[in-house]
């Protein structure tokens, strides 16, 4: 018995104190008195199985972001509208003195983010997250759900411990009066003292303490759902939405280290990932980014932009010398060239350093 009613008081101690905790640490980011961390509620499950649909994700800011680490942040600035996905690649695309970019991806998509991810658009890593509670906050958020998570435990209790209260009271009066009268017969010489009530005593039947934690959870619950955002997780590769050929805005490809191709489709061979390649077409000219990540260190690569049909074969680089790398094999370059009317395919090969490194084929 002795042993239980230990385990009893230790198990509440524990739920009390993590909800103050929780609590507290979500008041102190809400009203920015100090940065800590964030709730969001998973919606989507582009990262399965590293974050499941309907968890809720803990995210919370860093010095910096690396390959691998899953981060949540605001496409473009619509922190409205925020996103979880791995960080795929990093590269500091205006030199290293400036701050890097980073390319991302859902763990279950088959192709990159459509978005360059740059430090003030990220709210920060997922440090961990909690399987399915986010379907239990979702709920707790809506009216019904306040009701029956809040209001209605809660209320519950308050009845419980008014009708308590009301009847150690009503004991109290009848011990008084009872005492009086045998005071004024005479009966009892004994001075009246003060008399205590003990709102505490153990009570057969009576509403265990701990369903007080229930209504607390449930406001716990509520303003995870009211400080935190909702975030979706969004597949927004437009190829993955709208078809494998049919796109627009900006498109990625990954480089792969790949001798042999078609010009159709690119690189052939797509086992070793060497960094990736953003085309966008501004007006009547194709604007081309490259950024290489583990290629050749301290070497100078030719870019040949192929289109196709119409120029692909190419006959000479687009850009000689357009990319040197540093001594980790990274490097980016920048390529405008006019864009073929006929074409309907678009690829790069990086060649240098003693590698030939081209792109898959992307539409638009």
């Not at 519950?156 to 150690?168: A, Q």
């Not at 960094?275 to 081309?288: A, Y």
């Amino acid at each position: 018995m002795f042993t239980r009613r230990v385990l009893s008081i230790v198990i509440q101690v524990v739920l009390g104190v993590t909800i103050v905790v929780v609590a507290a640490v979500l008041l102190l980011d809400h009203f920015g008195i100090a940065e800590t961390v964030k709730p969001y509620v998973v919606m989507s499950g582009s990262m399965e199985p590293a974050v499941k649909l309907g968890s809720v994700a803990v995210v919370k800011p860093q010095p910096s972001y690396w390959p691998n680490d899953i981060i949540t942040f605001a496409p473009n600035g619509d922190r409205e509208n925020p996103v979880t996905h791995r960080i795929v690649f990093r590269q500091y695309i205006n030199g290293i003195g400036e701050a890097p970019v980073y390319l991302t991806a859902g763990d279950v998509n088959e192709n990159f983010d459509r978005w360059q991810v740059r430090n003030e658009h990220i709210v920060g890593k997922v440090l961990f997250s909690i399987p399915y509670i986010g379907y239990l906050v979702n709920f707790a958020k809506q009216p019904f759900g306040f009701i029956l998570l809040v209001i209605v435990p809660a209320t519950i209790v308050i009845y419980e411990e008014l009708k308590f209260v009301r009847r150690e009271v009503g004991r109290l009066i009848l011990k008084l009066k009872k005492r009086v009268r045998l005071y004024s017969s005479g009966r009892d010489k004994t001075p009246l003292k003060t008399i205590s009530i003990n709102l505490l005593p153990k009570q057969e039947g009576a509403l265990s303490k701990r369903a007080a934690f229930v209504p607390l959870l449930g406001a716990v619950l509520v303003f995870v759902a009211v400080s935190g955002s909702y975030f979706f997780d969004l597949e927004t590769n437009l190829s993955n939405i709208l078809g494998v050929d049919t796109s627009f805005g900006e498109e990625t490809a990954t480089i792969y280290d790949n001798s042999p191709f078609t010009c159709p489709g690119g690189a052939s061979t797509t086992d070793d990932p060497f960094g990736f390649v953003v085309f966008d077409i501004e007006n009547s000219t194709l604007v081309v980014d490259v950024s290489l990540d583990g290629a050749t260190a301290d070497s100078t690569y030719d870019i040949w932009v192929n289109q196709d049909p119409g120029a692909c074969p190419l006959a000479s680089p687009t850009a000689p010398d357009a990319l040197t790398t540093d001594g980790d094999g990274d490097g980016v370059a920048h390529v405008e060239t006019p864009l073929v009317g006929t074409a309907t395919k678009f690829w790069v090969s990086a060649v240098g350093g003693g590698q030939v490194l081209r792109s898959v084929a992307v539409s638009f």
